[in-house]
């Protein structure tokens, strides 16, 4: 779903949307039918040390 968001540095609208990925070792049919699912637990923001991350 994409939302309009206004930037806190410019005040300008802009549209985002908001989506996550999570690793499994389900095939693309499991996948497909667990499209529009909800998953328990919530997700939390956790301060960290800054990293980079190359994708080989």
């Known amino acids: 779903m994409i ?3 206004k930037s806190n540095t410019t005040g300008r609208f802009y ?3 908001k989506q ?3 690793t ?3 095939d693309e049919e499991t996948c497909r039918r667990l499209i529009g699912s ?3 637990g919530s ?4 301060p960290c040390e800054s ?3 190359v994708v080989p």
Not at 43 to 46: E, T
């Open 3 to 5: 939302e309009m968001v």
């Open 15 to 17: 549209a985002t949307a």
């Open 20 to 22: 996550a990925s999570v």
């Open 24 to 26: 499994s070792t389900f």
């Open 38 to 40: 909800e998953l328990p």
């Open 43 to 46: 997700i939390k923001r956790v």
């Open 51 to 53: 990293h980079q991350y």
